[in-house]
C-alpha cells in the first residue's frame, strides 16, 4: 500500500502534490517523494520520512515546473531502510520516464532475470517499482520505433506492459516532453481515480490514489481509473483514454474499505464510511448471535478507523457508545510501521485508556481488523489495566487468515494470528474473554449493498482466493523463505513478537 499522485497544470505543481501527499500520508510513512516537468528537464527530490519532514523549503524550490508525480512510500516489497527504493524511480531511455506505483508486482523475480537476460537492462534495487519502470520503458521503446510517441503508441506500450506484469499496480509515470501517464492494472485491485478543475486557461487535470486527495484541494473527482484502463494527459492538457487490457475484471482489494482507505474517500462509488457503517451493522447481528451469556454495558471502538462501525454496534445492539481509548496524533499507524518491535511498542504510546470508562464494566471493543494480534492484547490489557471486568473483542473484518501479495504487509503465514486456529485459541492469545469475527460474506455484503454492481473482490488474506492465477503453495513458500531470512527479520527488527505470541498461546492452551 502506498499513495501516489500525478498533475499536468498550466501553474507550477511542486505545492500541489507536498499538499496532496499529505492527504494521502495514511497510505505510507515510510518515505515520501516528488518528481516534476520543467520543460524537458526533471527534478526529483525524495527520502525517508513523513511528507512534512522530508521537503524543506530549498527542496520545493528544486522542484520548479508544471506537471508532476508523487508518492508516499509503504515498503512491501525491497527494503524499509533504503531511500535508494523510495520513489519515484527515473530511466533515461527511452525519452526519459520517471514512475511511481503502488500495489505489488507478483512477478518481479522473473521480470527482472528477463530485464537482463532479453532486454539488457540492469535493475540497480529491490524495489519492484524500478522494475515495472524497466517493463514500461522497454514497452515504449518497441512500440515507439520508427513512430512518433503519440497517444496510440503509448497505449500500445501498456498493452503489452498489461501481458508482461502480474499482480496489483496503480500506476503514474512523467514522460520527458510529452505529457503524463497513468493506468491500472487489468483488475483494479488497488485504487486509482481521475480529478479535474476548471482554470481560466482551461481544464486541469489529476490522479490519485484515493479521492480526498483530489477533493482536499479543490479538484473535482471525475471517475475511478477503470482496470486496465490507461490515461495519457499531454503537456496542452488534453485527455486521452484507453482500455489496454485484454479482458478487464474489476475486482477492488476489500481491505481499502476495512481500514486502508481513509472513511472521506470514495472508491468505486462507495463511500467508504458508509461501507465502515454497514459493516458494523453485520457485525452486530453476529454478535447478537454469539454474545449471549455477557451483559454488554458499553461499546468502544478503537480509533480511529473502527469508529462508524463500533457507532454501528452501539446503535443495533441499543447499548452506550464511549471513547474509551484516547488516541496520541503524533504517532504513526501502527499497522503500517516497519518492524513488529516497533509496532509493539508503539501502541501504549499511541492509545490511552481512560479508567472511568472501563471499572467494573464488560466492554465490547471494536476494531477494523486483526492481523498479527499484537495490538490486539496489547489494547484489552489496557482495557484489563483500566477496571474492565469483561473484555469482548469485534472484529469488523473476518480472521486475516492468508498471506496477501498484492500490496498489504501481511506475507507469511506463520505472521498472521489466526492462521490455522479456531477463534477460541486466538481470544487466548489476545488475553479477551470472548472474540467475534465479521463473517467473509458479509463483509462483502457491506460493500455491494452500497453499490450492487461490484460483483467481485480481493479478499484474499480473507478467503485464500488469488484472483491473479498466479499464486501457489511454491510461491507462498519462497516468499516466507526469503521473508524468514535473517536479513528480512532484520530489516522489519521483530522477529521476537511471534514467538512471544506462539508462548502465550501454549501457557493459554494448558490453562
Known amino acids: 500500500m502506498c499513495g501516489i499522485v500525478g498533475v499536468v497544470s498550466s501553474s507550477p505543481v511542486n505545492q500541489l502534490i507536498y499538499d496532496s501527499l499529505l492527504l494521502l500520508q495514511h497510505r505510507g510513512q515510510d518515505a515520501a517523494g516528488i518528481a516534476t516537468a520543467n520543460g524537458n528537464t526533471f527534478h526529483m527530490y525524495k527520502a525517508n520520512g513523513m ?48 514512475l511511481a506505483h503502488n500495489g505489488n508486482l507478483t512477478n518481479s523475480q522473473q521480470l527482472r532475470e528477463e530485464m537482463f537476460r532479453r532486454d539488457r537492462r540492469h535493475i540497480n534495487t529491490h524495489s519492484d517499482t524500478e522494475v515495472l519502470l524497466n517493463v514500461l520503458a522497454d514497452e515504449l521503446q518497441r512500440a515507439s520505433q520508427g513512430n512518433v510517441l503519440d497517444p496510440a503508441t503509448i497505449f500500445k506500450a501498456v498493452a503489452g506492459a498489461h501481458r508482461r506484469l502480474r499482480g496489483s499496480y496503480a500506476v503514474v509515470a512523467q514522460i520527458a516532453g510529452y505529457g503524463m501517464l497513468s493506468f491500472r492494472d487489468p483488475f483494479g485491485i488497488r485504487p486509482l481515480c481521475l480529478g479535474s478543475v476548471e482554470t481560466p486557461t482551461g481544464k486541469e487535470w489529476m490522479v490519485a490514489s484515493e479521492s480526498v486527495a483530489l477533493e482536499g484541494i479543490g479538484y473535482k473527482m471525475e471517475r475511478d481509473v477503470l482496470p486496465g484502463e490507461a490515461i495519457f494527459v499531454d503537456l496542452e492538457g488534453n485527455l486521452h483514454t484507453q482500455q489496454c487490457a485484454d479482458n478487464p475484471v474489476l475486482t477492488p482489494c476489500i481491505f481499502e474499505y476495512v481500514y486502508l482507505a481513509r472513511p472521506d474517500s470514495c472508491i468505486e462509488g462507495v463511500p467508504v464510511y458508509d461501507a465502515r457503517l454497514r459493516m458494523g451493522d453485520y457485525l452486530a447481528e453476529k454478535i447478537r448471535r454469539v454474545v449471549k451469556d455477557i451483559d454488554i454495558d458499553v461499546v468502544m471502538p478503537i480509533p480511529d478507523s473502527s469508529r462508524p462501525a463500533a457507532m454501528q454496534v452501539a446503535k443495533v445492539l441499543n447499548v452506550p457508545y464511549r471513547e474509551g481509548f484516547f488516541k496520541n496524533r503524533y504517532v504513526g499507524r501502527t499497522f503500517i510501521m516497519p518492524g513488529q518491535a516497533v509496532r509493539r511498542k508503539s501502541v501504549r504510546q499511541k492509545l490511552n485508556a481512560m479508567a472511568i470508562e472501563f471499572k467494573d464494566k464488560n466492554v465490547l471493543i471494536v476494531d477494523d481488523s486483526i492481523v498479527r494480534g499484537t495490538t490486539s492484547f496489547e489494547i484489552v490489557q489496557m482495557a484489563r489495566d483500566a477496571g474492565a471486568k469483561k473484555v ?100 522489519r527488527d521483530g522477529a521476537g513478537d511471534h514467538e512471544r505470541s506462539q508462548l502465550h498461546l501454549q501457557r493459554a492452551v494448558q490453562e
Not at 509503504?74 to 533515461?92: H, I, K, L, M
Not at 516466507?480 to 528480512?488: F, G, I, Q, S
Open 51 to 98: 511528507v512534512r519532514d522530508v521537503f524543506r523549503t530549498r527542496n520545493m524550490r528544486g522542484l520548479p515546473g508544471t506537471t508532476g508525480i508523487g508518492q508516499v512510500r509503504y515498503p512491501t516489497a525491497g527494503s524499509a531502510s533504503s531511500e535508494e527504493e523510495a520513489q519515484p524511480f527515473y530511466v533515461n531511455a527511452p525519452f526519459g520516464v520517471i
Open 392 to 491: 469482548i473483542f469485534a472484529s469488523a473484518a473476518p480472521p486475516v487468515k492468508f498471506p496477501n501479495v498484492y500490496g498489504i504487509d501481511m506475507p507469511t503465514r506463520g505472521e498472521l494470528v489466526a492462521y490455522g486456529r479456531t477463534d477460541e485459541e486466538i481470544a487466548r492469545i489476545i488475553g479477551a474473554d470472548l472474540l467475534v469475527y465479521q463473517d467473509v460474506e458479509d463483509m462483502k455484503q457491506a460493500v455491494r449493498d452500497i453499490n450492487p454492481a461490484l460483483d467481485q473482490f480481493e479478499a484474499s488474506c480473507f478467503d485464500g482466493h488469488y484472483i491473479t492465477g498466479d499464486i501457489d503453495e511454491a510461491y507462498l513458500d519462497s516468499l516466507e523463505e526469503a521473508r524468514n531470512a535473517p536479513a528480512a527479520k532484520s530489516d
